[in-house]
C-alpha cells in the first residue's frame, strides 16, 4: 500500500474516531462485506455455508458501495463464506477497487489456480491456516490443505501481502511454531484468534479438555512470540488482551460500564445487503438493509455486547480504546 493510500485510510479512521470521541452521528471508517454465504468448505467451527444463500446482485453491490463510501469507509473487507466460490467475484472486487477502497479479501485459496487473476487489483489477502497439514485438515476437512501454502507463496512472488488467520482450536504451541516457521520462509504474517462460538455465523464449542488456564498460558506463549520480532500481525494489546481473557467459552459479553466501537467505527454487511454493528452481532442485533435505509439514522447507538475476544472485532476495538498506542501500521492487518 503506497503513502497516499494510507494517508486516505488514515483521515478516514481519524473522522471516525472524532466522531467517536464526541459520540455523533457514526462515521465507519471500515466495512467488511461478505459476497456470499456459499463455501466450498464445512470447517468445523464455522456456520456461514449454512446460512441463506442469496446474494447481492452486481449492480445492488455498486448501490451498496457507493452508500459505503458516503457514510465514509475507505476500507473494505471482502469475506465470506468463500468469495472465490461467487462467478463474478472479480467484478465485485474491481467495483471495490473503482469506488476507491483500500480492499482486503479473504479466502481459503482452494480456487487460487483458477482464478488467480481476481487478486490483481486486490491489496491485503486474508487466508486460513490452522497449523500444520493434519491439524488444518483436522479443523477444516480432508481437502482444505490442498494448495494452501503453494498460492500463498504464490501471492507473496506477486508482491501481496498475505496474511494466514489461525483459528486457534488447541492449547498446544507446536502448530505456532510451525506457522511462525512457514511464514518466515515464504514471507507472510499470522493472525491468530480464538475460536468464537455463540453466534449465528460460527458453530461448536471448544474442545472439552481446553482449560482457560492452558488458553492463558498460550497466548502469552504467542505474545513472548511476538515480542521476539516473530512474524505476527495480530497487536501487542490485542495478544495481552487475549492472554487475560477468562472464559474463552464466552466471546462476548454486555458490561455497561464499556462501549464498543461496532457500528460507529466498523461495521458488517450480510450477502443480502443487512448491514449489522459487527458480524458477531448477526442475529443479535437488528439487520439494516443499506439499500433502504441510513445507516447514520437506522443504527440505535448500542450493541447487544461491549466485550469481546472476537479476533477481527478485538483489534478494531483497540484502534478506538487505544488510539494513542495504535499505529497507523495495524490498518493493513484488520479482517
Ligand atoms: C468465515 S472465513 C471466510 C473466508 C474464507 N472462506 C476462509 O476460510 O479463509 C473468515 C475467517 O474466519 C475464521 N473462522 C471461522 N469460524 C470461526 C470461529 N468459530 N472462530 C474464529 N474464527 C473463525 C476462518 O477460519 C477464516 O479464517
Ligand atoms: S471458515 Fe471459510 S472455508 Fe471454512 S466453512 Fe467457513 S467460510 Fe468456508
Known amino acids: 500500500m503506497g503513502l497516499p493510500d494510507h494517508a486516505r485510510l488514515g483521515l478516514a479512521y481519524g473522522m471516525s474516531l472524532l466522531a467517536w470521541w464526541t ?50 469507509v475507505r476500507r473494505l473487507g471482502l469475506v465470506g463464506g468463500e468469495p472465490l466460490v461467487r462467478r463474478d467475484i472479480d467484478a465485485v472486487v474491481d467495483c471495490a ?71 486457534v482450536t488447541s492449547d498446544a504451541l507446536e502448530p505456532v511454531d510451525f506457522l511462525l ?3 518466515e520462509s515464504a514471507g507472510f504474517k499470522v493472525h491468530f484468534q480464538p475460536q468464537c462460538t455463540d453466534t449465528e455465523i460460527v458453530r461448536g464449542g471448544l474442545d472439552d479438555r481446553l482449560t482457560d488456564e492452558g488458553l492463558r498460558s498460550l497466548w502469552t506463549g504467542i505474545l513472548r512470540r511476538k515480542r521476539e520480532g516473530r512474524p505476527i500481525a495480530s497487536s501487542t494489546h490485542y495478544l495481552e488482551a487475549q492472554s487475560r481473557w477468562s472464559d474463552f467459552r464466552v466471546s462476548a459479553w454486555l458490561d455497561p460500564e464499556a462501549r464498543c466501537a461496532a457500528g460507529r467505527g466498523f461495521l458488517y454487511v ?28 437506522a443504527f440505535p447507538g448500542r450493541t447487544p455486547c461491549t466485550r469481546c475476544n472476537v479476533g477481527p472485532m478485538l483489534e478494531f476495538n483497540l484502534l478506538f480504546q487505544r488510539p494513542l498506542s495504535s499505529s497507523l501500521a495495524a490498518l493493513d492487518r484488520l479482517e
Open 23 to 72: 459520540d455523533s452521528a457514526p462515521r465507519p471508517f471500515a466495512a467488511s462485506f461478505a459476497v456470499t454465504n456459499r463455501c466450498n468448505l464445512r470447517c468445523s467451527y464455522c456456520n456461514t455455508p449454512f446460512l441463506d444463500p442469496r446474494e447481492l446482485p452486481l449492480a445492488d453491490v455498486r448501490t451498496l458501495f457507493d452508500r459505503l463510501r458516503g457514510l465514509g
Open 97 to 167: 477497487k473503482q469506488a476507491g477502497f483500500h480492499v482486503s479479501l479473504n479466502s481459503n485459496l482452494l480456487l487460487y489456480q483458477r482464478r488467480r487473476e481476481v487478486f490483481d487489483p486486490v491489496d491485503l489477502v486474508f487466508t486460513s491456516l490452522d497449523g500444520g497439514p493434519e491439524v488444518h485438515r483436522r479443523n477444516r476437512g480432508e481437502a482444505s490443505f490442498d494448495g494452501v501454502t503453494g498460492a500463498v507463496r504464490d501471492l507473496v512472488g506477486r508482491g501481496k501481502p498475505v496474511i494466514a488467520i489461525a483459528v
Open 181 to 183: 516457521d512457514e511464514a
Open 270 to 297: 450480510d450477502p443480502q445487503g443487512n448491514a449489522y454493528p459487527c458480524a458477531y452481532t448477526k442475529g443479535k442485533a437488528q439487520p439494516v438493509s443499506l439499500l433502504e435505509e441510513d445507516w447514520r439514522s
